[in-house]
């Protein structure tokens, strides 16, 4: 048998040459010498196969990943190790190289490609929304107290800010392009009503209070017919925090705890805990704070009746001996409450 390339006689050719030959013809690598790729200039997502993906990946990131996308390795080549370096960026062009190494027919063969990338500035979808300032969401959030205070307008900002971080990994309209301050309390505009729906839960988590949702028609965009929702997810703050006293149902109660999910009360006229659950929190009324507790010592303690100074007339006061007093005896210092006339021992 002959080589078709030198006429060297061989008892075994490949693809009709010896192997010399076929190994001067053969590379490694199918690789064009250029391809481009879209990048949006905001935010680095690159538009690959009809879709914008990958965003806040590094240029470098991205100029490796176009190249490894757009060669080809022969499977004729066995243990072959790619290598690829930016050489230099001219303009919007990466200059590279990409050297491989690899077996072929047991003979080591080394090969170095050249190829440009060429990153197209674009803006991407998402990008362009930020941009013109889209929205989809307010959160408004209010308190039943006429006012919120500074200290919690810091706080909610945290939560808010703190959020968004985490949201804008999965959600690129995880953004707040308004945020506006008015005397009722603040609204924060949201690019997505998803993200805005779970900072509102966020919200509520942290501080407690009422979720309520409506939705307004906006535009009617003329060109496509399309009717554009806009979501306002109006929170309402609770005006009082755990170890308050508030009147619910005609019950006075003392706040023992507050969640995301609900309010724990205790029942000051029987002690009884029960749930207040936040759709109901209109119906709650605060009557005290926690620090208008005032504290006074018990005078004597007979088997049935316990007596007190009330600490804000000086009186001497009776108790009938009950469970939740029954632990008391003389001197002993205790808490007590002034609320509607009438005083409750802690
Ligand atoms: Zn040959
Ligand atoms: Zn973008």
């Known amino acids: ?99 491989v190494r690899g077996d072929v027919l047991k003979e080591e063969i080394f090969e170095e490609h050249e190829i440009n990338v060429r990153l197209k500035k674009d803006i991407c979808p998402t990008c362009s929304k930020r941009n013109s300032g889209y929205y989809e969401a307010v959160i408004q959030i209010r308190s039943q107290a006429r006012k919120i205070d500074s200290k919690q307008l810091k706080e909610i900002d945290m939560v808010i800010s703190k959020t968004l971080e985490k949201l804008y990994k999965k959600d690129k309209l995880a953004y707040i392009p308004t945020k506006s301050e008015i005397k009722e309390g603040v609204d924060y505009y949201i690019g997505s009503l998803k993200s805005g729906r779970k900072l509102a839960l966020a919200i509520k988590e942290s501080f407690g209070g009422m979720i309520t949702e409506s939705e307004r028609l906006v535009t009617k965009n003329k060109s496509t017919g399309k009717e554009i929702y806009r979501v306002w997810i109006a929170i309402r703050l609770p005006n009082f925090n755990k170890g308050d006293f508030i009147k619910f149902n005609n019950k006075t109660a003392k706040i023992l705890n507050i969640n995301g999910k609900k309010i724990v009360a205790l029942d000051l006229d029987n002690n009884n805990t029960f749930n207040i659950s936040w ?58 409450v002034f609320i509607n006339n009438k005083l409750y021992i802690l």
């Open 279 to 336: 759709n109901m929190l209109g119906n709650a009324e605060i009557l005290k704070k926690n620090n208008e507790v005032k504290k006074t010592i018990v005078i004597s303690r007979s088997p049935k009746i316990l007596q007190i100074l009330d600490p804000n007339t000086f009186e001497v006061v009776d108790f009938p001996i009950n469970q939740n007093i029954q632990d008391y005896s003389s001197e002993d210092e205790i808490k007590t």
């Open 1 to 99: 048998m002959f080589c078709y390339q030198c006429g060297k006689s061989e008892s075994k050719l490949i693809e009709g040459l010896c192997l010399q030959c076929f190994i001067k013809e053969f590379s490694i690598l199918a690789i064009p010498n250029e391809v481009s790729v879209k990048v949006c200039t905001y935010c680095n997502a690159t538009f690959s196969k009809g879709k914008w993906i990958n965003a806040n990946l590094d240029e470098e990131e991205i100029i490796y990943r176009n190249i490894e996308n757009s060669i080809e390795i022969n499977p004729i080549a066995k243990n072959s190790i790619i290598d690829m370096h930016i050489l230099q960026m001219r303009g919007t062009i990466a200059e590279s190289i990409v050297e």
